[in-house]
């Protein structure tokens, strides 16, 4: 009964190969994930080497199966705090520089339109559209990385995607 018992207590734990190999199969879709939220290299790979870390001081708790969602709902928490601390600060920058005349709105790229009208949904959204739609998830895993269900998922995504459209729109109006 004594190896009953010490069979039923383990619990599966990530080895130190396992959690390489997990590393090596996920840190760049983690990477693209985490630099089109923050669209900045170096804060990128500032929090995927956060969430590696994570990953490592919690591979006891965390099944080699559930890696995957784990690491991406880690990103995404890390990034949502690391975003509000860092956009309250950019917000009065760029006012300001808006209203010395320094910014043009009609001046951006297409691309920079497009990023700005993401930047400006809520962290949720923000998330579901990066991971539905660039990294191109189902709706089932992207559930999964966010704890959401996948009715859940699609009306954020579809919400998401009709601020963008709006706000798109405007844009064009400017120009």
Known sequence: SNCFNCISNTKPELRRREYNIIVNEHSNSLF???????????DAEDIVQ????KLWVNRGKVEPTKAKSWMFTTAHNAMINF???KSRM?????????????IIPNSFEANEVV????????????????????EGYSY???????????????VYLFRGRRKIKKQLKGLVELV
């Open 115 to 134: 990023n700005r009208a993401v930047s400006i949904l809520p962290p949720i959204q923000k998330s579901i559209i990066i991971l539905r739609d660039l």
């Open 83 to 85: 975003s509000t601390r």
């Open 50 to 53: 956060d969430v590696f870390e």
């Open 140 to 154: 089932g895993e992207v559930g999964e990385i966010l704890d959401l269900s996948e009715s859940q998922v699609k």
């Open 32 to 42: 693209g994930y985490a630099m089109n939220f923050l669209h900045d290299r170096e």
């Open 90 to 102: 950019s917000f009065y920058d760029e006012m300001e520089r808006f209203e010395k005349g320094e």
